[in-house]
């Protein structure tokens, strides 16, 4: 064999030698954290959960029947054509059922919303539990078809969450593609209730993983689409609004972008702060469980004997202020009426979601801040209807905590990609003030409410949730003899303290070992924790976060 062709198989075998070489790791991961079946199990679950969205929304439309002799979404104007009775008692008369299975079928008192999923991905020994997913979405359903004010989006987030938790428990997945299917039956969800694939892979990033990594792009890909392909093949291949095509008049109009980003941030934290302080009284009021709904219920009622707009998920008035077919005096009203009608919803336990609730506030808020703007200047604003769908994203931004996905599902909803950069620059300064003022979207202050904070990122998270117990050498083992010194009870911790409470009691103790006493009998020793251990473990902890984040 002539030399040249020795060395070109020379070269050949090493080149074969380091794409092995540099391959090989690429390829064990990407078999060890189970990614071909990772790929399958996400189609049937973009399968399975658009088929539940569908089924939701069917429920809520037969709920509908009974009262209102319509089953679509324009609410309004079913309501009108009713005596007013069906309007002021049909909420009271679903909550009273809502009140019966909140008390007896949920251990929880409440129906679970995208917060529990947010929860489930960062804690995964919580997992989701079907029944009362099933159970937390047909209260959601009654909940909006008796005319609740709230949304239909977060209850079949959740619900397509717990189905893809039921559907994954029989496999052995890594944690990390068990974070990544659950991020994918939350696209599902997303994708299938708005007919927006594409939001939907933003938003279980942006929400749900709290982060953007490449190989879970994939999975969550996968159900999104297919769970759009089979929403479009049941409901039409239409935007959920129909508006005209909208145009920026001048660019002179920047600063009207800017005062209304600042706008729709005064009515996000308003409502946010509705939200709260609603809930907070309704938990002070000594009322049974199983009533509170039914009373709630008859409030909302009372609000649409006026304000027929506020009930429901509200699909049709916002329609009709992208189309600006609204007075400027009812939009400014239905901005409080809402806010109050959703906040007494919510309040009473009522199951359903925020997300429609936003668009319709920041749809009501753009929309008169449009007119008023043309009022003053004629020849510069724009369309209401334009400022009415920055409205929606800006405000729906806000309260959820997800610019990215929002401005997309905005642009998928209205189909409207023309007014890019005002939405930008008024979603950026509407979340931005309400970040400055709240801290955090509405989902975190659920969490947080329930004792868990994950807004400070994966250390701090890790540090409040590692407990010593998981780290401790107990007593008796091979690492721990019997004997232990009466000076090591000075300074002890319990096997449910966190690990940054006992880094703490570390640092303070000057000591490198701690012993671990019995919850229940201070007295008696269990094990000692090594502050090397825990140090190791956070480690470690720190290092699964970081590849699974940018993998």
Avoid at 207 to 216: Q, R
């Amino acid at each position: 064999m002539s030399a040249w062709k020795e060395k070109l198989l020379e070269l050949i075998r090493g080149g074969a030698s380091r794409v092995l070489m540099w391959a090989t790791p690429n390829l064990k991961f990407f078999f060890d954290t189970k990614q071909p079946l990772v790929w399958v199990l996400a189609a049937l679950i973009g399968v399975i959960v658009a088929a539940a969205a569908i089924g939701f929304r069917l429920a809520i439309g037969l709920i509908q029947w009974p009262w209102l002799r319509d089953m679509s979404e324009h609410l309004v104007s079913a309501a009108n054509a009713v005596p007013w009775y069906w309007v002021l008692l049909a909420p009271a008369a679903g909550g009273l059922i809502v009140g019966i299975m909140l008390d007896r079928l949920l251990p929880g008192k409440r129906a679970e919303s995208v917060a529990d999923v947010i929860e489930a991905r960062a804690l995964p020994q919580n997992k989701l539990d079907l029944k009362k997913g099933l159970v937390s979405a047909t209260v959601s359903a009654i909940s909006l078809g008796s005319g609740a004010s709230a949304g239909r989006e977060g209850p079949v987030v959740h619900l397509g969450a717990t189905l893809t938790t039921a559907l994954t428990r029989g496999f052995s997945l890594p944690t990390a593609s068990v974070r990544m299917l659950l991020a994918a039956g939350v696209s599902a969800a997303v994708s299938a209730s708005f007919n927006a694939p594409i939001a939907g892979v933003l938003f279980a990033h942006e929400v749900i993983l709290g982060h953007y990594a490449m190989s879970a792009l994939v999975p969550i890909v996968i159900s999104s689409v297919l769970a759009a392909v089979i929403s479009r093949i049941w409901f039409g291949d239409f935007t959920a609004f129909i508006v005209p095509e909208y145009q920026i008049t001048s660019y002179w109009e920047v600063p009207a972008f800017v005062l209304l980003g600042v706008t729709c941030a005064a009515v996000a934290i308003i409502f946010q702060y509705a939200l709260i302080a609603t809930d907070f009284i309704a938990r002070n009021i000594p009322i049974r469980l199983i009533l509170r709904p039914a009373i709630g219920g008859l409030m909302v009622g009372a609000i649409a004997l006026v304000f027929p707009e506020v009930l429901g998920v509200g699909y049709e008035t916002t329609d009709l202020a992208l189309r600006q077919a609204m007075p400027l005096h009812l939009m400014l009203l239905l901005i409080f009426a809402k806010t109050a009608a959703t906040a007494i919803t919510l309040a009473s336990r009522f199951g359903g979601g925020i997300f429609s609730p936003s668009l319709y506030l920041g749809a009501m808020t753009g929309g008169a801040f449009g007119l008023i703007a043309a009022s003053v200047f004629p020849e510069l604003a724009s369309s209401s209807g334009l400022y009415a769908i920055l409205g929606m994203g800006a405000v729906a931004a806000a309260v959820l905590g997800a610019p990215v996905s929002t401005i997309v599902i905005v642009f998928e909803l209205t189909g409207g990609y023309a007014m890019t950069l005002a939405l930008l620059l008024t979603v950026s300064i509407s979340v931005g003030l309400t970040l400055a003022v709240h801290g955090r979207s509405y989902f975190y202050w659920q969490l947080e409410s329930r004792g868990l904070f994950l807004q400070g990122g994966a250390h701090r998270h890790i540090s409040r949730q590692l407990k010593v117990g998981d780290v401790m050498r107990q007593i008796g083992g091979e690492e721990e003899p019997e004997s232990v010194n009466p000076d090591e009870l000075e300074v002890w911790l319990t096997p449910e303290d966190t690990l940054e409470s006992a880094l703490r009691r570390f640092d303070e103790a000057g000591k490198t070992r701690i012993a671990v006493v019995d919850e229940n009998a201070a007295s008696k020793i269990v094990g000692f924790v090594y502050q090397v251990d825990m140090l190791r473990r956070f480690t470690e902890k720190l290092i699964e976060a970081d590849v699974e984040e940018h993998r």
